[in-house]
């Protein structure tokens, strides 16, 4: 071979080899099709059982696999609990404890996995496979979930505040903290469609009935009818009980556009939701999602996708957790 023709055949995979990086780092949909066949049904089948039991865990998982990404990457390392060589892992965060729910879930799955394929399916994707179980069981919203993340070994609390962003955010703020995930503007107003179901305690948004500025106290962007409503479940301070309300009360336990209708009727209940429809940058999307509930629906299967190839551990980075909340 001349030295020409060696040039070009390194050249070109070179090529090859940034391209398929650029492909979320290989992840694969059916991964675990010859290792673990029953891998999705076992994972779709405790799912399944768990919000006929309880519709609220839905939203948990769904909620779960968006901290499991935007902290770390999707590695599992939400679900990894605090240890005395680790005192505070990510899940005890107070963005994740005592809120975040669904973990016996996951690793009633992972048992079951463990049962059936030993050390084979990770965590992360479990997560993955729920959250998609779970769209699909409360809001008819299926896809096909790219898999082959391993599990990190990673947990640390104070890396969640510095990747989740408060509900107190800005879309300004959102767009930016999205962005920085690799996740457009839209695709941020897409998921944040996921608060069409589950329940947000008082504290999360308290300061918009009684507190807002030094000016006025209620967050003259709130329907003043839904003010009141969320008063009675919600006491003013200095009561210390916190109390939770649905995201969305029109459809609570639906995942479907309904929540960006409650957005332009001024009843987004965090002020991250609010504020999408408060911003000029944002407002037309929140328009159109309440518009077209079937193009919502195929923009949030995308976009979950998306989310779930946020900074994945493949190959023979990270490991297979024999149990989800306890590193190997
Ligand atoms: C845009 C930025 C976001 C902020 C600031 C935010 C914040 C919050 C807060 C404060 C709660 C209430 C937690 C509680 O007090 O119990 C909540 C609940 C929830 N969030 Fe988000 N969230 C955001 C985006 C997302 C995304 C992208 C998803 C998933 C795709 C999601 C899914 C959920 C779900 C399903 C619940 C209800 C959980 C339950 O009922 O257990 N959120 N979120
Ligand atoms: C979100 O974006 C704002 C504006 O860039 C930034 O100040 C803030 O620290 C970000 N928060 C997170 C959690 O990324
Ligand atoms: C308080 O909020 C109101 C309504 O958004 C606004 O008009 C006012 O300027 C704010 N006051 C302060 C002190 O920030």
């Known amino acids: 071979m001349d030295n020409t023709s060696m040039l070009q055949m390194v050249s070109s995979l070179v090529l090859i080899l940034s391209?398929?990086?650029?492909?979320?780092?290989?992840?694969?949909?059916?991964?675990?099709?010859?290792?673990?066949?029953?891998?999705?049904?076992?994972?779709?089948?405790?799912?399944?059982?768990?919000?006929?039991?309880?519709?609220?865990?839905?939203?948990?998982?769904?909620?779960?696999?968006?901290?499991?990404?935007?902290?770390?990457?999707?590695?599992?390392?939400?679900?990894?609990?605090?240890?005395?060589?680790?005192?505070?892992?990510?899940?005890?965060?107070?963005?994740?404890?005592?809120?975040?729910?669904?973990?016996?879930?996951?690793?009633?799955?992972?048992?079951?996995?463990?049962?059936?394929?030993?050390?084979?399916?990770?965590?992360?994707?479990?997560?993955?496979?729920?959250?998609?179980?779970?769209?699909?069981?409360?809001?008819?919203i299926n896809y096909d979930v790219p898999s082959g993340r391993r599990d990190g070994r990673i947990s640390i609390a104070d890396e969640v505040p510095r990747n989740l962003p408060a509900p107190t955010s800005s879309a300004h703020e959102l767009v930016s903290n999205f962005s920085r995930k690799g996740l457009s503007a839209d695709e941020m107003v897409t998921l944040s469609g996921a608060h069409s179901i589950g329940v947000s305690h008082c504290s999360a948004f308290s300061k918009r009935l009684y507190?807002?500025?030094?000016?006025?106290?209620?967050?003259?962007?709130?329907?003043?009818?839904?003010?009141?409503?969320?008063?009675?479940?919600?006491?003013?301070?200095p009561s210390t009980t916190d109390?939770?309300?649905?995201?969305?009360?029109?459809?609570?336990?639906?995942?479907?556009?309904?929540?960006?209708?409650?957005?332009?009727?001024?009843r987004g209940l965090l002020t991250s939701d609010q504020t999408l429809y408060t911003s000029q940058t944002t407002r037309e999307m929140v328009q159109s999602n309440a518009n077209n509930g079937a193009s919502w629906a195929e923009k949030f299967a995308k976009a979950m996708v998306q989310m779930g190839s946020i900074e994945v551990l493949t190959g023979s980075d990270g490991e297979i957790r024999r149990r989800c909340s306890l590193v190997n």
Not at 93 to 119: D, M, W
Not at 244 to 250: A, E, F, K, R, W
């Open 211 to 237: 507190s807002f500025n030094d000016t006025v106290t209620q967050d003259p962007s709130m329907d003043s009818s839904y003010a009141e409503t969320l008063k009675s479940n919600c006491p003013a301070p």
């Open 19 to 140: 391209v398929s990086s650029l492909a979320s780092a290989s992840l694969k949909v059916g991964f675990y099709s010859s290792t673990c066949p029953s891998a999705e049904e076992i994972v779709r089948s405790t799912v399944n059982k768990a919000i006929s039991d309880n519709a609220g865990i839905a939203a948990g998982l769904i909620r779960m696999h968006f901290h499991d990404c935007f902290v770390r990457g999707c590695d599992g390392s939400v679900l990894l609990a605090s240890t005395p060589g680790n005192p505070v892992a990510e899940r005890d965060h107070f963005a994740n404890n005592p809120s975040l729910r669904g973990f016996e879930v996951i690793e009633e799955a992972k048992t079951q996995l463990e049962a059936a394929c030993p050390q084979t399916v990770s965590c992360a994707d479990i997560l993955a496979f729920a959250a998609r179980d779970s769209a699909l069981k409360v809001g008819g």
């Open 243 to 266: 109390s939770t309300v649905s995201l969305d009360p029109s459809t609570p336990i639906r995942l479907d556009n309904k929540y960006y209708e409650g957005l332009i009727n001024h």
